[in-house]
């Protein structure tokens, strides 16, 4: 192979000097063709010793950079630094994306034992699996950072809204329930109207009278029968296909402002401070009577095994219960405000969350089975309901003072999905719907409005924008 240096010095031929006077007598060249020729050659000959610094050099054949190499790892003396041209520097910034900025010749390797094998797999790295993707870099320079994706996109708008006038403004008050069968049941002053989500067909099932008004509504798990609580201290049980009153029940001496369906039970919780647990199988009125809380009952929630009762009251306290005791088995005392929103999770078996009132705004989560306070996170804002989705380990939150909001968590880190606006008063009602993917909200301004916040079970898209269509507004009543 020749060596690049030899052209540094040229040796003339020893009869240069006899050929060139030679042809010296037959042409003679003006002084400006000497010096264009000369140039020409010291181009030449300038361009055999070294490429252009300004120009790459290509070539059809395929020869591997060595530059990314790790030398030192098979006991190999590593190439003598060049400088980087612009390829150089590309492979510079993609080893740089891929790898960080601790690239592979700069390595510290200091330890390496001669007798391990070299091909033993090693982890030299902890790091997420993103940050060996050429377009994610931790400090890669000149690298753009990414925002990382939310997990999908929700509207931000009710693709629904129903005007429900004398919808009340009374944070004790559960007015709004949505059955199996798609079918809303709203209370609305002394009458309960049933709007069916397929048809949007309004039907009135019942009027109180203007001695009587409706103070909660509770479909049964089929979904054909509804509980109506009253401000009388009365339960009365209609026939929603028929639109008929099956049973009157009677036991409370005050308003009935909290309802919840067990599997053969329907418990009824009152401003009387007691808790009636009622089997309308039997023709007794109710089967036992749970006391333990000091003021008004607003939240009754049945676990979904239905072996345990959460009830929360207006004294700050929410107590568990079991199908038999009539004494509350587990007692929490941290609210420091009255606690309505009450919500077992599906997926966890003995998850219950708690939402308290204007002066504690936090969301507590619970282990009912090893009785012990997991967490809390402080909302801000009056938590006037709570409901998980049954689909993903989510779940929404319904808020009053001051902001009137709805936000939808994701569950345990409780980050932010999406918050929702546009209720003017506190948003007091909320209900799932049976598929699991709408919620609908009732508030103080007189409106329902229905929004897409979870995906479906089958198809949990994290593009698509759910929710986006609008239906205009229309009346319950």
């Not at 609305?188 to 409706?214: I, R």
């Not at 009677?250 to 599997?263: D, I, K, Q, T």
């Not at 009539?326 to 005392?333: A, E, G, H």
Request: charged share 20%; net charge positive.
């Amino acid at each position: 192979m020749e060596d690049p240096t030899a052209s540094n010095n040229v040796t003339p031929p020893a009869n240069s000097s006899s050929s060139s006077s030679s042809s010296s007598s037959q042409i003679t060249p003006s002084p400006s063709m000497k010096v264009s020729l000369e140039s020409r050659i010291n181009r030449l000959i300038n361009a055999n010793q070294s490429p252009s610094p300004s120009r790459s050099i290509y070539s059809d054949r395929f020869i591997p950079s060595r530059s990314g190499s790790n030398f030192a790892l098979f006991d190999l003396v590593s190439p003598s630094p060049t400088k980087e041209d612009g390829a150089g520097s590309y492979a510079t910034l993609l080893r740089a994306a891929m790898f960080g900025p601790e690239t592979p010749e700069k390595r510290d390797i200091t330890g390496f034992s001669s007798s391990r094998n070299i091909f033993r797999f090693k982890t030299e790295t902890n790091r997420s699996l993103n940050s060996f993707s050429p377009f994610v870099s931790d400090d890669g320079p000149g690298v753009s950072h990414a925002p990382i994706k939310t997990s999908r996109k929700v509207s931000r708008s009710p693709y629904k809204v129903l005007d429900a006038p004398a919808l009340q403004d009374d944070f004790y008050l559960n007015l709004v329930d949505w059955s199996a069968q798609n079918v809303l049941a709203v209370g609305l002053g002394n009458c309960v109207y049933l709007w069916n989500a397929c048809s949007s067909k309004v039907t009135k099932l019942c009027d109180l009278g203007a001695d009587d008004s409706v103070c909660s509504v509770g479909w049964a798990f089929r979904g054909t029968h509804l509980a109506v609580g009253t401000s009388s201290g009365k339960v009365q049980i209609w026939d929603a296909s028929r639109c008929k009153r099956t049973r009157t029940m009677e036991g409370h001496r005050l308003r009935v402002g909290a309802l919840a369906w067990g599997s053969s039970v329907l418990s009824s919780g009152s401003r009387d401070k007691s808790i009636l647990q009622r089997d309308i199988r039997c023709q007794e009125d109710h089967v036992s009577k749970l006391a333990g809380h000091k003021s008004e009952v607003c939240g009754l929630k049945w676990s979904y095994d239905n072996r345990e009762l959460a009830s929360g009251g207006n004294d700050n306290r929410l107590f568990v219960w079991n199908q038999h005791s009539t004494q509350p088995v587990l007692k929490y005392s941290e609210h420091t405000a009255a606690v309505k929103a009450i919500a077992w999770s599906p997926h966890v078996h003995g998850l219950l969350a708690s939402g308290g009132g204007t002066a504690d705004r936090c969301i507590r989560f619970w282990n009912t089975t090893t009785n012990t306070h997991l967490s809390s996170i402080d909302t801000c804002s009056q938590v006037c309901n709570l409901a998980w989705s049954k689909n993903v380990n989510e779940l929404v939150s319904t808020h009053g003072y001051s902001q009137n909001q709805i936000i939808v968590w994701k569950y345990p880190t409780m980050s932010k999905i999406a918050t929702l606006t546009g209720h003017t008063y506190r948003v007091l009602y909320l209900a799932v719907s049976p598929d699991g993917q709408t919620i609908v909200t009732g508030a103080g301004d007189e409106t329902l409005r229905f929004w897409n916040v979870f995906p479906s079970p089958k198809s949990q898209n994290t593009d698509s924008d759910i929710g986006s269509s609008f239906f205009g507004r229309t009346t319950i009543r």
